[in-house]
Structure formats: C-alpha cells, structure tokens
C-alpha cells in the first residue's frame, strides 16, 4: 500500500497494522513518515511536562503515568538510552517533590557521570552495594508508607482513591546498567550479614514493580543488551514491565522484548541515530509498538540533573506549574 501512494499522499506511508480478533478486519494506520515530531529544547525549563503524570517523549507522544507502570530501556553504549532516561527524570524533578515523600533515587554502579550528582547511589568504598540494597529498602518502604494514606483516604470517601487524586506526584528509581548491578551482589548470604545477598534485592525489586503502580512509584531499568533472558532479567520483571523502550533497534533485539507479530511492519534495513526508539506503553494509546525521537536537550544535560536533584530535595514547596503558567 505504501509504494502506491502517491501525489498528495507522497509523503505517507503505512506505519501500523492491526488485525481483529476475529480476524475479520485489518486496519492500516496511515502516517506522514516525513515529519520531525521531535522535541528540541535549548534550556531546561522548555522540557516542563503537563503535569507531573505525563512525561513527554516526542509532539504527540507521553507516557502516562495513571495508566502504565515500570519500565524497560535498552541500548547500546551511545545509543542515547541514558540521555533519553534523563529526559523522562528531568520532567519528573521539575514538577517538584510532594508532601508524601516523592523520591527519584537513582543508581550508578559504574561509578561513572551520574554518580558524581547530588542525591546519586552508587558503590561503597569497599566497592560493595550496601548502601544501594538500602536505597531499595528505602523506596519500598514509601510504597508502603503511600498505600497505607491511599487506603485511609479511600475509607474517608468511601471510594477508591487514586494517588494523583490524592495530590501525589511520582517517585522514580533508576537503575542503571541493571545487569551489571545484579552481578555484585554474592549469591548466597552470611551470618554477619544475612540480608545482603542477591537474593534479597531480587525479591526487594520484584515488590517494588509489582506493587509500586498503585502508590504511584515507578522503576526504570537500564540494560545495554536487549538480550534480556539471558542478561539476568527475570521472566516475571520482564513481563511486568509495562513501559518499553528500544534506543537504535534491532529487529533481532527487538523480538527480544516483544511479540514478533508486533514488528511486523518495521524494516530490518533501516539505520538508527541516538535517541532514535522503539516505544510501547500498555496506556491503551501506545499498545503497539512504534518509532519515536526522544528530545534533543541543548543545554548541560548532567548540570540540569544535579541542580534539579539537589532542588528537589531542598526544604522548598513543590512547583507543579511552568513559572510562565503562574
């Protein structure tokens, strides 16, 4: 259908297909494959989102927070996966932190840029990941802290309340390079030490994305290789993550993360920039699998991020506005 197009459609092409349950109809999804739906911002505050449950990817594209869940990033070194993480965290600082103990912890166990940031987890000095096991303990336990308000509003109005009803903004934990993370943690436990072992931060993990949603706490898992099952990423995360981002795919990689009925309508011959994507998000919008162009920031990337963690952190009020809209 798309080599046909022609005259006034020259630009289009046929980007989606999908197929009735019954198999009783197909509809094609019609796009102008032309156009840059990118978003470029030359400072910080032009990447101010909508509001703290939407994170904008591209025009046109969010991922919605009351709808989805944890998510899954994979790429390759340079391929702008860490960049179009901080995109999405950038969005959520700005939107300040609120009065039930929003976190955005992220964690470095390369000891590389990002840890050299304010409010960074990454290694002990003995190159150990206590303190990161504790970062975990920390965020599940404001899970706990967050449902306990949900459930007690909830019997208050005698309806279920919704943590962006209650006024709450998200808690994000990055993990990056989650593969390697995983590997410094000893397999089996000590007597001195009997909650540190891998063990304990699989099931601390698995609690958080399973549980996390409803209280509004979100994890973002980095892995440079999308070869997830046999990367060290549980089956059970795997699928749990609803949220999935593929930086400079390929469709080898691609199958790896999703159904390969879903890639059906992308070419294994195309050439991929950084931050160029594969995207779904099970929001009932981004269901299938589709291209898009995480933003170009024009300004320090890593500065904004320290001066932003540091701010949200600080004993201010939580800004949910641009100051523009005040």
Not at 66 to 76: F, P, R, Y
Not at 77 to 97: F, P
Not at 155 to 166: H, I, L, R, S, Y
């Amino acid at each position: 259908i798309s080599s046909a197009l022609n005259g006034r459609y020259v630009r289009y092409a046929i980007t989606q297909t999908d197929t009735g349950v019954a198999f009783d109809r197909v509809t094609f999804q019609l796009e102008d494959v032309l156009v840059d739906r990118s978003l470029t911002c030359a400072t910080v505050k032009e990447m101010w989102p909508q509001g703290p449950t939407k994170l904008r990817v591209q025009a046109g594209t969010e991922i919605d927070l009351t709808t989805s869940g944890s998510m899954l990033v994979a790429g390759k070194t340079r391929s702008g996966k860490t960049t179009g993480i901080i995109a999405l965290l950038l969005q959520v600082l700005l939107c300040g932190r609120d009065e039930f103990g929003s976190e955005v912890i992220i964690v470095d166990p390369k000891q590389a840029e990002l840890s050299r940031l304010p409010q960074v987890v990454t290694l002990d000095e003995d190159g150990e990941a206590r303190g990161i096991l504790q970062a975990l303990k920390q965020f599940a336990s404001a899970i706990v802290t967050r449902q306990h308000i949900l459930n007690d509003l909830s019997e208050q109005t005698g309806d279920a309340v919704k943590w962006w009803d209650a006024g709450m903004h998200p808690s994000f934990l990055f993990l990056d390079e989650y593969v390697a993370l995983r590997s410094i943690f000893p397999a089996k436990s000590t007597k001195d030490d009997p909650d540190y072992c891998l063990a304990a931060f699989d099931g601390l993990l698995r609690r958080i994305v399973t549980m996390g949603a409803s209280a509004g706490c979100f994890v973002i898992i980095s892995i440079a290789e999308a070869s997830v099952q046999e990367g060290g990423l549980p089956a059970m995360l795997r699928s749990a993550m609803s949220t999935k981002v593929l930086f400079r795919p390929t469709l080898p990689e691609g199958r790896l993360m999703w159904d390969s009925d879903k890639l059906a309508d992308f070419s294994a011959g195309r050439v991929y920039g950084p931050g160029d994507a594969w995207f779904s998000s099970t929001d009932g919008l981004h269901d299938n699998v589709s291209y898009v162009h995480f933003p170009r920031m024009d300004f320090p990337v890593y500065r904004a991020l320290g001066q932003l963690l540091a701010e949200y952190y600080s004993d201010g009020p939580a800004t949910t506005t641009p100051p523009a809209a005040e």
